[in-house]
């Protein structure tokens, strides 16, 4: 007589649990409470330190996922074979930093410019503004064009005051996601990207290359642009709003 037995492994059950973060500048990170986790068919929240657990969890692959209006959807297969620790990075929804261009609207920038390594020292200070007048669209490229007029006061070694107006050409073009400044009193062939994470906040600094820095604010376009080409001389664009 012959006997059978059952002799299937028994299913294992783990946890699974982690923290939900995201990045913010200048390299801090957030913690998000009550954001939905999903692992399956169960939903539960993260808590005050961004952090939850699914206990239970059987052996095997699962399907783990984060879905809210303001961040990018998260999802993500595994394999679960232990107690899992899952972190889950977040992205912020990325938003246009670099509002439509208004033909016939003057943008004016506070500009200084100044070389303490020259002998005197020249500071110049006064004002830098924008007027586009033109767009031509061609190939999916959009060109703005009009002119820059700066008005300026010089002066070496704090004395001898002198001033001027400067007036050139001004271009800028947007081919999808990137902007491109042509043609500028100071600034010409820099190019830079208008869409970020709205969670990095209000204003995004850009390093464009090694000596120039520009930052966006949201529904504003540009905010500041700064060059130092060498140590001890600058040249600066602030908005005035």
Same mark, same amino acid.
């Given at each position: 007589m012959f006997y059978?037995?059952?002799?299937a492994?028994?299913?294992?059950?783990y946890?699974? %649990?982690?923290?939900?973060?995201?990045?913010?500048?200048?390299?801090?990170?957030?913690h998000?409470k009550?954001i939905p986790?999903v692992?399956?068919?169960?939903?539960?929240?993260?808590?005050?330190?961004?952090?939850?657990?699914?206990?239970?969890?059987s052996?095997?692959? %699962?399907?783990?996922?984060v879905?809210?209006?303001e961040?990018e959807?998260?999802?993500?297969s595994f394999?679960?074979?232990?107690?899992?620790?899952?972190?889950?990075e977040l992205?912020?929804?990325?938003?246009?930093?670099?509002?439509p261009?208004?033909?016939?609207?003057v943008?004016?920038?506070?500009?200084?410019?100044?070389?303490c390594?020259?002998s005197?020292?020249?500071?110049?200070?006064?004002?830098?503004?924008?007027n586009?007048?033109?767009?031509?669209?061609?190939?999916g490229?959009?060109?703005?064009?009009?002119?820059?007029?700066i008005?300026?006061?010089?002066?070496?070694?704090g004395?001898?005051p002198t001033?001027?107006?400067?007036?050139?050409?001004?271009e800028?073009?947007?081919?999808?996601h990137?902007?491109?400044?042509?043609?500028?009193?100071c600034?010409?062939?820099?190019?830079?990207?208008?869409y970020f994470? %709205?969670?990095w906040?209000e204003i995004?600094f850009?390093?464009?290359n090694?000596?120039t820095?520009?930052s966006?604010k949201?529904?504003?376009?540009?905010?500041?642009?700064?060059?130092?080409?060498?140590a001890?001389a600058?040249?600066?664009?602030?908005?005035i709003?």
């Amino acid at each position: 007589m012959f006997y059978s037995c059952d002799t299937a492994d028994p299913i294992k059950y783990y946890s699974v %649990h982690g923290t939900l973060y995201y990045y913010t500048p200048p390299g801090y990170y957030a913690h998000p409470k009550d954001i939905p986790v999903v692992l399956d068919s169960d939903t539960l929240l993260s808590d005050l330190n961004g952090e939850y657990i699914f206990n239970n969890v059987s052996e095997g692959y %699962h399907l783990i996922s984060v879905s809210i209006a303001e961040y990018e959807p998260y999802t993500d297969s595994f394999l679960v074979s232990r107690n899992e620790m899952k972190n889950i990075e977040l992205k912020g929804v990325k938003e246009d930093y670099f509002p439509p261009i208004q033909l016939n609207s003057v943008k004016k920038f506070k500009y200084t410019d100044s070389n303490c390594r020259s002998s005197p020292y020249i500071y110049i200070e006064g004002e830098a503004v924008w007027n586009f007048y033109n767009k031509k669209e061609e190939g999916g490229i959009l060109t703005y064009s009009g002119e820059e007029a700066i008005i300026y006061t010089r002066t070496e070694g704090g004395q001898n005051p002198t001033t001027d107006t400067i007036v050139v050409p001004l271009e800028i073009i947007e081919e999808n996601h990137i902007i491109k400044i042509i043609s500028s009193y100071c600034w010409n062939g820099i190019s830079f990207d208008r869409y970020f994470d %709205h969670l990095w906040g209000e204003i995004i600094f850009q390093d464009i290359n090694s000596t120039t820095v520009i930052s966006l604010k949201k529904n504003v376009g540009l905010y500041k642009l700064v060059k130092v080409p060498v140590a001890c001389a600058s040249t600066k664009y602030e908005l005035i709003e």
